[in-house]
């Protein structure tokens, strides 16, 4: 992972973090389908390049579990769809102080 991204990789980290942020909106909503958020997540190269390489695991871990969730009709004690969106929405948080203006 690129620690020191030029201006030009960091703005477009920056717009993919606003499609991420986007894609979450949705996919609380029901109106995006598991699969194709982390679809959209895992091609957000910019944005993960951009980022420590401890975030593109925990979003990794994170998407693999969400999808896992995908396969549960209810919420399961192993796989609360709520708590995994709100672990992704957390880890976008992050994602934006680090994208941040310096």
């Known amino acids: 992972m690129n620690l020191n991204p030029s201006m030009t990789d960091l703005g477009l980290a920056r717009e993919q973090w606003q499609q991420l942020q986007s894609a979450l909106a949705q996919l609380r909503a029901e109106t995006l389908a598991v699969a194709a958020f982390s ?11 951009a980022l420590p390489a401890r975030f593109d695991e925990v ?17 399961s004690c192993s796989f609360s769809r709520q708590d995994l969106l709100g ?3 957390m880890w976008l ?10």
């Open 87 to 89: 672990s992704l929405q």
């Open 93 to 102: 948080d992050k994602a934006a102080l680090r994208l941040a203006p310096a």
């Open 39 to 49: 679809a959209l997540a895992q091609e957000q190269h910019s944005l993960r390049s």
């Open 59 to 75: 979003l990794m871990q994170l998407l693999n579990r969400l999808e896992s969730s995908a396969l549960f009709t209810e919420e």
